[in-house]
């Protein structure tokens, strides 16, 4: 019995170490307009995911609060609603933590899916 608490709390020890996203990200890419260049700061509650995002091509670059944030085990999903002239395009995160990165699939309106990987600042 005792072999199999030890068990259950070394599997839930490890999916809240596999969840810990807080703190500061960042990440660079090429994309169909050029390298991008962001931060991320996130802040984790449970399952909900909160923060800010600024970045952008250099000659754009938006700050903003991202919305719809999840955390479940070690995978991430949020919106960055990024403003260009009078319009908001949505961009759908979802990634996946693996140690101190979190591989992304972007999805940028109706225009592109990008990869791209998230790296924990120290």
Same mark, same amino acid.
């Given at each position: 019995?005792? /072999?199999?608490? @030890? !068990?259950?709390?070394?599997? &839930?020890?490890? !999916?809240? #170490?596999? !969840?810990? =996203? *807080? ?5 660079? #890419?090429?994309?169909? %307009? +050029? ?6 700061? &996130? ?5 909900? @995911? ?11 670059? *938006?700050?903003?609060? /991202?919305?719809? +944030?999840? $955390? ?5 999903? &949020? =919106?960055? %609603?990024?403003? #260009?002239?009078? *319009?908001?395009?949505? %961009?759908?995160?979802?990634?996946? @933590? $693996?140690?101190?990165? %979190?591989?992304?699939?972007?999805? =940028?309106?109706? &225009? ?5 990987? !998230?790296?924990? $600042?120290?």
């Amino acid at each position: 019995m005792t /072999l199999r608490y @030890l !068990a259950l709390a070394v599997v &839930f020890a490890a !999916a809240a #170490f596999a !969840a810990d =996203v *807080n703190g500061k990200w960042a990440a660079e #890419f090429d994309t169909q %307009i +050029g390298p991008q260049k962001y931060t991320y700061d &996130f802040k984790v509650d449970g399952a909900t @995911l909160t923060g800010k995002i600024k970045g952008g091509p250099a000659e754009r670059a *938006n700050e903003s609060d /991202l919305k719809e +944030g999840k $955390v479940s085990g070690d995978e991430v999903s &949020f =919106v960055e %609603i990024f403003k #260009f002239e009078d *319009n908001e395009v949505r %961009i759908e995160y979802k990634g996946k @933590l $693996v140690g101190d990165e %979190i591989k992304f699939t972007r999805k =940028v309106g109706d &225009f592109a899916t990008e990869e791209l990987v !998230a790296k924990r $600042v120290k």
